[in-house]
């Protein structure tokens, strides 16, 4: 973090998704349209903060391929100069990063002000991906604190939540692991909102553009397809060039194979009867793995590994969230975090060589999804273990006394688990 605050930062991914097209919504343009076309903004912008600029430049292809909500949101910030809304985004993005440290510690059971929240805002804040992702000015750390906040609050505030995983699904392709998550919650209610606010955000788009929503809606699938063909996009682009078109059929296999694995665990939930309360240690164990998957399925930069915090969580330290299963971890999950923390964290590349070293970090993040599908089975069968010793005796058990009513609480209750 010491070299985030010191050194020049390029913020090129920013003038991309941020201010770029911001320009053209303050315009009454359409900023996908654009990006295509590499048009510039017309001449002169005057600033709020002063100056007033008679040219424009392109420090890269511009690319907007965040959805209209996070565009239009931060819209304002392109009415300052490139330095100030630069560093007002970097500013913002740390500002961040304690938020998701709470976020994190209450999705796993513990308070913000504890020995487990500092070693999560300290290995959050030592993550490459964290450095990368506000040196580039990403949006990786907005959208993911976004789906973390509305993941905590959707049990009190569902239509809080809605908003905010609206706003985190504008970088769907890194965030849409929790929009599953909110449908094997049920939490419909904030699933409905969130793509509410993806569709309003859509037609104000539109009108400020007066251009049609399908029309928006086609120019942002012709930038995705652009933007999946870069060079280096994908985590697993070094291996690839080993395995070249059998990669393809790796991944394959590997999203079968998740598939199968929790197709097996939701029959284990249901012959069992397993409670799995909405944010238990096991359906937390089930958003991490889905994370994980995504992360090694889809085309993802470096930066965008500052989701692994949630992994490094659930293996590091476990969770208080049923103070009737074991809180303390085995040694096999805390072993491999802390082997996976420091491929994630220290800059091993200047000893491996980048090629092997982004192999070993592709490779962790496969190994991580493994260890989190054992942790989901692991966290399972403890609830179930524990319910079963908690059903009462039936009556020819108990003899001739009725047997007491249950806790309503050891109840699938509607809402609970996944459907």
């Not at 000015?137 to 908003?163: C, E």
């Not at 590997?254 to 309360?277: E, K, M, P």
């Not at 809180?327 to 092997?356: D, K, T």
């Amino acid at each position: 973090m010491a070299r985030v605050l010191t050194k020049q930062r390029s913020s090129i991914d920013f003038f991309s998704l941020i201010w770029y097209p911001g320009h053209f919504i303050w315009q009454g343009a359409d900023p996908y349209a654009a990006a295509l076309a590499q048009r510039l903004p017309e001449m002169p912008v005057r600033y709020w903060d002063g100056p007033i600029a008679t040219e424009f430049s392109f420090p890269i292809d511009p690319m907007p391929t965040n959805l209209s909500p996070i565009v239009l949101l931060f819209s304002p910030l392109a009415r300052l100069s490139w330095p100030v809304a630069s560093h007002l985004w970097a500013t913002f993005n740390i500002a961040l990063l304690p938020i998701i440290t709470w976020s994190t510690a209450r999705l796993f059971g513990y308070r913000f002000f504890s020995w487990e929240a500092l070693i999560i805002l300290l290995t959050l804040c030592s993550l490459i991906a964290t450095r990368e992702s506000i040196e580039l000015g990403q949006t990786s750390i907005i959208t993911f604190a976004s789906m973390l906040l509305a993941i905590t609050a959707a049990p009190v505030r569902p239509a809080m939540a809605g908003v905010l995983l609206g706003i985190a699904l504008s970088k769907y392709s890194l965030t849409f692991p929790g929009f599953l998550y909110f449908l094997c919650q049920r939490w419909y209610r904030s699933a409905l909102t969130a793509v509410g606010i993806q569709a309003l955000s859509l037609l104000i788009t539109a009108a400020i553009s007066q251009t049609s929503p399908l029309t928006i809606a086609m120019e942002h699938i012709s930038l995705m397809l652009k933007h999946t063909n870069m060079p280096g996009l994908h985590l697993w682009a070094p291996i690839w060039k080993d395995l070249g078109s059998g990669l393809w059929i790796v991944l394959v296999v590997i999203s079968v194979g998740l598939f199968l694995a929790l197709a097996h665990w939701n029959r284990i939930v249901f012959s069992s009867n397993v409670l799995l309360a909405r944010n238990s240690l096991a359906s937390i164990a089930l958003l991490v793995a889905m994370m994980q998957w995504n992360l090694l399925a889809l085309p993802h930069r470096r930066y965008d590994h500052v989701v692994g915090i949630l992994f490094l969580t659930l293996a590091a330290l476990g969770g208080s969230l049923n103070p009737q299963l074991p809180i303390s971890q085995p040694m096999g999950p805390q072993i491999f975090a802390g082997l996976a923390a420091g491929i994630w964290i220290l800059p091993l590349y200047y000893v491996l060589g980048e090629n092997l070293y982004l192999k070993a970090f592709s490779l962790t993040n496969l190994a991580a999804l493994a260890v989190a599908v054992w942790m989901l089975f692991r966290a399972t069968s403890l609830s179930a273990n524990i319910g079963s010793a908690q059903i009462p005796a039936t009556p020819r058990e108990q003899g001739s006394r009725p047997a007491p009513p249950s806790d309503p609480s050891s109840s699938r209750q509607p809402g609970e688990g996944c459907p």
